[in-house]
């Protein structure tokens, strides 16, 4: 008869045994049972949101008739600005394509727009990121900017069969090439420490010190364009203020970002139609 | 042997409770652990504090990072010497470890899969595993910058090495001088969380280039790049204990600059800025465990104001140009140096982040290192000619109204001939006044001789032409000459003749002054005083200098102030009142000047002005001095010299008037708060 203190330890050696065998598999191992935890849990996200969906539906079902006619007018009101303004887009976009055949420069790389639903919104003081509703089955490539009606949303870092991962611009995490509203030199932006109920904010370095921020008078932060990732003049957020860093030889400074990336609901993904002239991000070697 | 009893079984065996020989064993036990605890004690109770700062000693290291150096400006608050940011990409090498080790690891089993009977050493398989983990990552970087076109850039093995045994606890820069696109690019490309880490480093900037270059200098990097492990009492940089502890520590330093000429190492100590840094714990291999213990942000240095005027400054060097010479200007009533002009100069710009071997030779073949202002010695020729007329005047060997000689162009001196270089003819009787303003040699040959040597050199000592000014700049001259007979028998060991007193009248000979001290005299002659002690800072509230004053009557000085004037409208510098031309006149300036050619045997001549205006109300004094192209030829100050004062001059007016006009007009005098007392 085996001695009951064997029987009291065989759990913990169970467990010893399983975490010395997760040791010692293979890597690629690893990262399948990864990938499939991912996929498995991803329609589970995905029917959760349709839930989700489908309850603000029934929410709306019980509004008035005279509120559904508002708001049916307010949308082809929209729907007409919007017909109006993509006209007007198309019509910029062929005098842009001339005038830079009529300088010899390069194309313009351009990009194509996919929307994409969020699933998930997932905060937390060291990341924050979206889920959404799109992967490989709509070609979104890792390190894709994903922008909102409100300027840039974030990066996609990781992409799944169905979902992908959006790094938000608040997250510690990202960074980017920008500049200040009006002056061209490229800054350092940085998503920042974010506390758990407060405002989303970011971190700029490498401000030229003769760029003024007033308290009253708080400067836009835009892409730069420079960066070869974010097309230039994209909203990030606010400059709120800066003040000299010690090296004596910049500013660095606080950004606002715009309360609604916590509320997001839907973003689209720029995808770019020439991968080859946009980069990704470099993978570390 | 236990001895069996009676009462007992037989197999049954007894034992002495009480045995001396296991006591003893006690004994030696007892001992052993009372020296055991004994030592404990004295380590852990008495040896503590030892113990404890020699762990510290090995577990801690000190990374100081210098603070930036502060700016220097003109007197208006124009950038003269700053910094800026030189962008470039580092590897953190020591959280690269774990890579380093994995990198071995693979290298070493792929030695031994092949069998290599010449298996590298560890250290050597260590070295190679380092340099491929790096080059990975330097490859990476060229592969980002690859479409922007920049060039790949190549892995320094040796540097590698050197910084992975010397400053490991320091970033190792992989690429430097990023342009503001490149910087761009890996900002948004480099993941956030990467040894790889786009950093800016700052260094010097001299954003108008040649301009006062030898009044700023230069810095240079300071030679402390060595790791002062073995000689933490020789850190020199570090900031002082107070500030920044750990001085016993092992200390990596980044490399910090000094002034290494000018005002950059005359006032380094100013502009030197507060270091900073940290102190980090190391693992027993010497890597960084983060975060940091202690950490202190560096302070940038003071700021420094001097009080050049750059708009002068510029008109002076503009029209020096390609010549060989020096410009000084100075404000007359408080000594600023307004101008510290000299030619050839070279461009500050070539300094950061290094001077090349080819611009440094560049720069000793146009001999454009020295500083001709502060430390060229010529004779000041006819400008010389203000001191023998103020040691006539007050030896009362001439006066305003005496025609002295009657010039024919020629004088005999001792037995040889003396000529008259000016004027292209004969002077005639000619008085004091015209004397200077037409700068008749032969008028002060003759005043010269009457009034002696001897009371010259006094007179010219008095405005202390021997001297050296007390500028704030390092190394400055000390070899002035104003001779007298003492001198010539000290230094030539000859006698003093009478052609020596005739040559010394005129600012020939032995006589040897800088530009600048002729400034301070143009200077001092305007406040009718004998000195004026420059200065290269800026005062805004700086008060009036006052000084012995000259002691000529004010007829004499009415004279000696008419004569120079003189020079600028009638004589040797009539080039200034010029109607038409480039030198067209400066409109309701008076200018009160001398001109002088100093003639040096089998040397170049030198073309002198100086001079001051507005003559009624001097607010600017002028020395400037050209270096004939060839030896023997004539080189005049009023044809060479004069144009260049009157460049400053002309700008000088029209900053003047420009002010003038932008002063806010007060209609309404705000009244006394009090009223005057009756």
């Known amino acids: ?285 | 042997m236990p001895r069996p009893t009676a009462n007992l079984p037989p197999e049954t065996h007894t034992q002495k409770a009480y045995n001396p020989r296991v006591l003893l064993f006690h004994g030696v036990v007892a001992i052993l652990l009372l020296t055991l605890a004994g030592g404990l004690a004295w380590r852990q109770l008495l040896r503590t504090d030892d113990d404890h700062e020699r762990e510290r000693r090995q577990s801690q290291r000190r990374v100081l990072v210098p603070g930036p150096r502060g700016n220097i400006f003109d007197r208006e608050g124009r950038l003269l010497a700053g910094n800026r940011a030189r962008f470039g990409v580092t590897l953190a090498l020591d959280e690269l470890h774990t890579k380093f080790h994995g990198q071995y690891v693979k290298i070493r089993d792929n030695y031994r899969a092949h069998g290599d009977k010449d298996l590298p050493t560890t250290a050597q398989m260590e070295q190679i595993a380092r340099f491929t983990v790096v080059q990975d990552y330097l490859q990476s970087i060229n592969d980002t910058l690859k479409p922007l076109g920049r060039p790949e850039q190549l892995l320094d093995g040796e540097a590698l090495e050197r910084h992975f045994e010397q400053q490991l606890l320091l970033p190792y820069l992989l690429v430097n001088d990023l342009t503001p696109s490149e910087y761009a690019r890996l900002i948004e490309q480099l993941p956030a969380a990467s040894p790889l880490q786009v950093y800016a480093s700052s260094v010097r900037s001299y954003p108008r280039g040649p301009l006062a270059a030898h009044v700023l200098g230069y810095v240079a990097a300071a030679d402390d790049a060595r790791p002062a492990d073995n000689h933490p009492d020789e850190d020199d940089t570090a900031a002082p204990p107070e500030i920044f502890p750990g001085a016993d520590l092992a200390t990596f330093k980044l490399k910090g600059t000094v002034g290494r000429l000018g005002l950059e190492a005359r006032f380094d100590d100013l502009l030197q800025g507060e270091t900073g840094g940290a102190i980090y714990r190391v693992s027993p291999a010497g890597y960084r465990i983060n975060p940091p213990l202690e950490k202190y942000a560096p302070v940038a240095g003071h700021d420094l104001t001097t009080s050049l005027d750059v708009d002068l400054q510029a008109a002076a060097e503009d029209s020096l140009g390609e010549q060989t010479g020096s410009a000084v200007a100075l404000d007359v009533n408080t000594g600023e140096v307004l101008v510290l002009a000299s030619a050839p100069g070279y461009n500050l710009q070539d300094f950061t982040p290094r001077l090349s071997n080819a611009a440094a030779a560049d720069i000793n073949t146009r001999g454009a290192w020295f500083d001709r202002a502060v430390n060229g010695l010529y004779p000041p020729g006819s400008t010389f000619k203000l001191i023998t007329t103020i040691a006539a005047l007050q030896a009362g060997a001439i006066t305003p109204d005496e025609p002295i000689v009657d010039c024919e162009g020629t004088l005999a001196i001792g037995g040889h001939v003396f000529t008259c270089d000016n004027g292209l003819g004969q002077h005639g009787e000619i008085l004091l006044r015209d004397a200077i303003a037409q700068s008749c040699d032969i008028y002060f040959y003759t005043a010269g001789l009457r009034t002696k040597p001897e009371v010259i050199a006094r007179e010219a000592r008095r405005f202390q032409l021997d001297q050296p000014s007390g500028l704030e700049l390092t190394g400055e001259t000390r070899r002035a000459i104003i001779p007298d007979p003492n001198w010539k028998k000290e230094h030539q060991h000859q006698d003093w003749y009478q052609g020596d007193t005739a040559n010394m009248s005129i600012g020939q000979g032995f006589v040897r002054v800088t530009p600048l001290r002729m400034a301070c005299l143009a200077a001092s002659l305007a406040r009718n005083e004998i000195a004026t002690t420059p200065t290269l800072l800026h005062n805004p509230n700086a008060p009036v200098q006052h000084h012995e004053a000259i002691g000529l009557t004010p007829e004499q000085r009415a004279v000696l102030l008419a004569g120079m004037e003189g020079c600028t409208t009638t004589g040797t510098a009539k080039i200034l009142s010029s109607d038409v031309g480039e030198l067209h006149k400066i409109p309701n300036l008076r200018i009160a000047g001398k001109t002088g050619t100093a003639q040096i045997p089998d040397k170049k001549n030198i073309a002198w002005f100086i001079c001051f205006a507005p003559l009624d109300n001097p607010r600017i004094a002028i020395a400037v001095a050209v270096e004939g192209e060839k030896s023997g030829e004539t080189t005049a100050g009023g044809q060479y010299a004069a144009p260049i004062a009157q460049a400053i001059l002309r700008k000088w007016n029209e900053k003047q008037l420009s002010q003038a006009s932008a002063a806010p007009v007060v209609l309404f005098p705000t009244p006394p708060a009090t009223p005057p007392a009756p």
């Open chain 1, 1 to 285: 008869m085996r001695p009951q203190r064997f029987d009291q330890a065989r759990p913990f050696l169970t467990l010893g045994i399983v975490a010395l065998v997760w040791l010692l598999v293979p890597a690629v191992v690893k990262r399948f049972a990864r990938a499939s935890f991912y996929e498995l849990q991803a329609p589970g996200e995905v029917t959760a949101a349709g839930v989700r969906q489908l309850q603000e539906f029934w929410a709306l079902r019980t509004r008035s008739a005279d509120d559904l006619i508002a708001a049916g007018k307010q949308t082809a009101d929209a729907l007409a600005f919007y017909e109006l303004s993509a006209r007007q887009q198309e019509q910029l976009a062929a005098e842009n394509e001339r005038l830079r055949a009529l300088l010899n420069l390069p194309a313009d790389p351009g990009w194509h727009y996919e929307q994409a639903r969020v699933v998930r919104r997932d905060f937390s003081a060291w990341w924050q990121q979206l889920i959404i509703r799109k992967g490989t089955d709509y070609h979104i490539p890792v390190g894709a900017p994903v922008v909102y009606a409100g300027g840039v949303a974030g990066r996609v870092r990781e992409v799944g069969a169905h979902t992908s991962v959006v790094e938000l611009i608040s997250s510690p995490g990202l960074r980017l090439a920008a500049v200040v509203e009006g002056d061209t030199r490229p800054v350092s932006y940085q998503g920042g420490e974010n506390p758990a109920f407060g405002a989303s904010r970011g971190t700029v370095e490498y401000v030229p010190l003769d760029v003024i921020t007033l308290i009253g008078a708080p400067r836009r932060l835009l892409t730069s364009g420079l960066g070869g990732v974010f097309p230039a003049g994209l909203p990030i957020g606010t400059l709120t203020h800066a003040e000299p860093a010690p090296d004596g030889l910049f500013k660095t400074g606080e950004v606002r970002l715009d309360p609604a990336l916590s509320e997001l609901t839907e973003v689209t993904v720029l995808v770019p139609l020439h991968p080859e002239e946009t980069a990704p991000p470099v993978p570390a070697p």
